[in-house]
């Protein structure tokens, strides 16, 4: 019974998650590659409902000899950041605010949590994240959680399918800072990115509202 709940419910409280498998071309990837010269970090995104106060996604942003976008089941895109199965390379000082901003709006807000890690943790949970595979719809905590669990420094991390409890879990580690983002943009996202994928493909220019 209590898995046939689980089942029925994690839709609704995970809805923010859902994506379909892709695979960047090798060029697109080693063009966009990105190094922050900053110290090694683990950033834990949780997005939560402003209503409800629930846990609707969990991503993590790995920042080691390059930074990566684990991206869940998530729906963000912009076409100049090449996706490889959930994992986003490119991401640049101004493609981490842009994917703040699409998450933070009206109907969500946006938990970030951040903490220091060694230049071979960094590059062993990029590798995690590489190897994972698209992640199915609903399992965007399950997914982090799995990925930071029994790696270095990250041992009290258990897998769970509720961003929340990630998050608490995350803002126990030694060193952890936090930052929380509000915005009270319409809950379409329009003033993000101004065209689909599918506009994209069919030729249309994208511009940033």
């Not at 990566?68 to 912009?78: E, I, N, Q, R, S």
């Not at 799995?146 to 769970?160: A, C, H, S």
């Amino acid at each position: 019974m209590r898995r046939l709940l689980i089942c029925l419910f994690l839709p609704l409280l995970l809805a923010a998650c859902g994506a379909e498998p892709v695979w960047a071309p090798d060029d697109a990837v080693a063009r966009a590659v990105y190094s922050s010269k900053a110290p090694p970090s683990i950033t834990l995104f949780t997005v939560i409902s402003t209503d409800t106060g629930s846990g609707a996604h969990s991503a993590l942003i790995i920042d080691g000899v390059q930074r990566v976008l684990f991206d869940p089941a998530g729906t963000w895109y912009h076409p100049f950041v090449p996706e490889r199965n959930d994992v986003h390379y490119g991401i640049t000082d101004q493609m981490r605010v842009f994917y703040i901003d699409y998450h933070a709006r009206e109907t969500y807000w946006v938990l970030e949590q951040t903490v220091p890690v060694s230049l071979e943790v960094a590059e062993v949970l990029r590798a995690r994240v590489e190897a994972y595979g698209a992640v199915p719809k609903a399992f965007c905590s399950n997914s982090v959680s799995t990925i930071l669990g029994g790696v270095p420094g990250f041992e009290n991390v258990n897998t769970t399918m509720f961003p929340k409890a990630l998050s608490r879990a995350f803002g126990e580690l030694p060193g952890v800072t936090s930052a929380e983002h509000y915005d009270g943009d319409p809950d379409d996202n329009s003033g993000v990115l101004m065209v689909t994928p599918a506009e994209l493909r069919a030729g249309v220019t994208p511009t940033l509202g």
